[in-house]
């Protein structure tokens, strides 16, 4: 009779009880929210859950965090990311995600909610990333499906990090003290029977001390290699191999012939080894984890740096201290020296210097006058400083970088993808390999059979082929992360070693993204013609755009329709029935013959011609130089493919001593360039920042947007340069080429160590024990060997992209 219940495990009610009907057959759970929740995934055609799980699942319960307390604005604008297109998204923590059927459900579960158009659920870090159509359901629709499948959402912040983490790391260490103390134990108890303590006449006290060896090494077996055996079953469950398979059949298979021998009172028992193997192994992964929890510390510090309080000016000019989350567009926040940005918006006042170092990894103090930006998460040094808010929530830098790196942590690469599968044949081969130790032996001497097919289970066990990949991605995408390069993509890496060329846009990205104009010809009065350009370009985050909106802020605004931003040339609209164009003169003067003073200057013209020229003045962006020339010494050749007229992407490529540039280019005509290099067998980077861009970004091998350009240009990346300092680049690529030289690395070592230990294993050379040392010695120096990767500061030298991929 069934005594839990068959939902969550928990113990049945000696009252009321209740059954659910899942698949045809009745079912005992213990209250109705096990109930309705059993019951909702079997509509859905989702019963194969309770055949993959490995372990129970949560118990549905009411929640501080249930569906109605998501449906609060303030918290909902504060987790919900506007998406182009009428979309949003949401990334949160996910409690109760136990195993890999969990992910299964959970994406099954919010695949069929309406609306619904992607999930994404990282298991390791129990994150989802959903994205649905705003008009067809909303974030309360999500919570609702969740908690109906037994699931608990927790908003992305601090408190749900720290717990997160902390009950894994508990959980880790807990186990691998366990099986280190009865390693330790019995080791001391197998020695006395190793050398020969007690004859043959002391044949009680030689028992004895077997059965102590029983006693210590049970609690690391049930206890301490349970996730073994759990990941052993989700693998079967799912009709697969995975490395968890030979480790659970060769602890299982030791410790159940060793209490076999010491019932018939044989000769040999193996309670030290089976002990060895898991703590070892534990003590691997341990490692392994504590790696990961490193790389995911710029996430969750990010995710903490937003203050939980701000200190907002009321009208009559007093300070009200108020909830971050209920700061709204428009506020005025009196920031203290010293105190957090609470959101994004405009400095007021006074000049002051901010900290961005946890934004853009510069370490420098940036010094900010009126109307400059100010971005939540970074700090005020000196103070106070008055702020306008203009971002709050999921729409802030701070929210998206996050979201970025969250985005990446959530994907499998390719390249883990690839070493998952080859450790699957691998396995396979082992076990058959095993089978045949255990055949040979069968006929050569049955008494070495068992001892000669654990060895070859255990030393051959591929760990260590398996850890390579993610060791050293995981290094690398956090190191990557420190220094202002957010991998929104973690293919990127791979591609990013390999690169051979790289093709940058001029405006925003080569040049600083803040120009000024320092001249304006006009046909009439200069403030209507700026009011007319600036009404065109209020909309566009081009830099060229964003000057004249600048320069035309004290102008009364004029009432110009239908406005159009052309890719590449500029912006049209129609204003008392004419027909505006600003952009360069080609653009602006489509039937007439461009004169040549035009050829430099941004030109506002309608169907009779030129209304006004506006020439601007740019300055190279900080450490472009530096970053051209250590991407020389990296053997990347550089071009510059620019929408700007000839003479500005000259100069600027004579300034940065580039030889080869393009100008007046569409997003076509730099697609077309993209592709002729690539049918050279090239690998082609493209930087740039604008929506204009974001063709040629989604083109390239390589996709790399500036942290300060355009939501489509980052969304179309692979890459994104949260420094201003270029030179972030080529450190990026030294980097991506020297993980991929530690994974090859390690690959090889993994491989070489099992083609050496397995016939000396099969052969009967190699004692369980030994094999237990040598297998998890292999897989510490796999982890130890990832975290070499960055010791030293990448230098810009010669190392080819060929090299790192040898």
Not at 159 to 171: G, L, N
Not at 332 to 357: F, Y
Not at 666 to 688: F, H, M, Q, S
Not at 778 to 802: C, D, E, F, K
């Amino acid at each position: 009779m069934n005594t839990a219940c068959w939902h969550c495990g928990e113990a049945l009610p000696t009252g009321e009880q209740f059954s659910a009907t899942v698949s045809g057959q009745s079912h005992p759970v213990c209250c109705i929210g096990c109930r309705a929740a059993a019951e909702w995934i079997d509509q859905l055609g989702l019963a194969d859950y309770y055949r993959l799980r490995s372990e129970p699942a949560l118990r549905p319960a009411a929640s501080p965090n249930d569906a109605a307390s998501w449906q609060h604005a303030e918290l909902d604008r504060h987790l919900v990311r506007e998406l182009d297109g009428g979309k949003q998204e949401a990334i949160m923590l996910i409690d109760g995600v136990r195993c890999a059927a969990c992910v299964w459900l959970i994406e099954r579960a919010l695949g069929v909610v309406p609306g619904v158009e992607s999930v994404q659920v990282n298991a390791v870090a129990r994150r989802a990333r959903v994205t649905w159509e705003s008009a067809r359901c909303s974030l309360a629709n999500i919570i609702e499906a969740l908690q109906r499948a037994g699931y608990r959402a927790l908003p992305l912040d601090a408190r749900a990090f720290a717990d997160s983490r902390r009950a894994e790391s508990r959980s880790a260490l807990k186990r691998l003290i366990v099986a280190g103390f009865g390693a330790m134990q019995a080791m001391m108890f197998a020695s006395a029977l190793y050398f020969g303590v007690f004859d043959a006449n002391d044949a009680g006290t030689r028992d004895l001390f077997r059965w102590f060896g029983l006693m210590v090494s049970s609690p690391v077996v049930l206890y301490s290699a349970q996730p073994f055996f759990a990941g052993a079953m989700r693998a079967l469950r799912a009709r697969r191999l995975a490395m968890d398979v030979p480790v659970a059949l060769a602890i299982a298979i030791i410790y159940g012939a060793s209490i076999f021998e010491s019932l018939r009172g044989g000769h040999e028992v193996y309670f030290d080894s089976v002990s060895m193997f898991v703590f070892f192994l534990l003590l691997g992964r341990h490692l392994e984890m504590r790696a990961r929890h490193r790389a995911g510390d710029l996430t969750d510090a990010l995710a903490k740096l937003t203050p939980a309080y701000a200190d907002r000016v009321a009208a009559d000019g007093s300070i009200e201290r108020i909830s971050a989350s209920a700061l709204a567009g428009g506020d005025r926040v009196r920031i203290a020296s010293g105190a957090v940005v609470p959101a994004d918006g405009i400095l007021l006042g006074n000049p002051c210097r901010v900290d961005e170092s946890m934004l853009s990894g510069e370490s420098a103090a940036v010094t900010k006058r009126a109307q400059d930006s100010l971005v939540a998460g970074s700090v005020v040094l000196s103070g106070p400083a008055d702020m306008q808010v203009q971002r709050v929530g999921a729409d802030t830098v701070l929210a998206a970088i996050v979201a970025l790196v969250s985005r990446a942590q959530s994907e499998r690469p390719r390249l883990a993808l690839s070493g998952e599968r080859a450790a699957a044949r691998f396995v396979a081969r082992v076990l058959a390999l095993a089978s045949l130790t255990a055949i040979g032996w069968s006929v050569v001497d049955p008494s070495r059979a068992f001892a000669a097919t654990l060895a070859v289970l255990v030393v051959s066990c591929p760990c260590a082929f398996a850890l390579a990949v993610p060791a050293a991605l995981t290094r690398s995408l956090a190191l990557l992360a420190r220094q202002g390069v957010l991998v929104v993509h973690a293919d990127a890496i791979e591609k990013l070693a390999m690169a051979t060329h790289a093709v940058f846009d001029k405006t925003g990205t080569l040049s600083e993204p803040k120009m000024e104009i320092h001249h304006v010809d006009a046909r009439f009065a200069k403030n209507d013609a700026l009011a007319l350009a600036a009404a065109l370009a209020r909309n566009s985050h081009h830099p060229v755009a964003r000057a004249i909106a600048q320069a035309a802020a004290g102008v009364p605004a004029a009432q110009v329709g239908q406005i159009e931003e052309v890719a590449g040339s500029g912006v049209r609209g129609t204003f008392a029935a004419h027909d505006l164009r600003l952009g360069h003169a080609a653009f602006a003067l489509p039937a007439h013959a461009p004169e040549p003073s035009l050829a430099d200057a941004v030109v506002l013209a309608d169907e009779t011609g030129v209304i006004a020229e506006f020439h601007m003045s740019e300055q190279e962006r900080s450490g472009a130089r530096a970053a051209i020339s250590a991407l020389a010494c990296l053997g990347v050749s550089v071009e510059i493919a620019s929408g700007d007229v000839e003479a500005r992407v000259v100069a600027m490529a004579r300034k940065l001593g580039v030889d080869h540039h393009h100008a007046r280019q569409t997003p076509a005509d730099k697609l077309d360039r993209l592709n002729a290099l690539r049918a050279n067998a090239a690998c082609v980077i493209a930087v740039g920042d604008g929506i204009n861009d974001a063709p040629v970004l989604a083109g390239a091998d390589v996709a790399v947007a500036m942290g300060n350009g355009s939501d489509l240009a980052q969304a179309s990346s692979d890459i994104v340069l949260s420094a201003t300092d270029l030179t972030a680049l080529p450190r990026a690529i030294a980097l991506a080429r020297e993980t991929m030289t530690v994974l090859r690395r390690n690959q090889r070592w993994a491989l070489a160590y099992n083609l050496l230990a397995i016939p000396f294993a099969a052969l009967g050379f190699v004692p369980p024990w030994l094999a237990a040392l040598g297998m998890s010695l292999s897989s510490l120096v796999v982890v130890l060997n990832a975290t070499r990767i960055g010791r030293h500061a990448p230098a810009a030298t010669g190392s080819q992209p060929h090299e790192a991929m040898a």
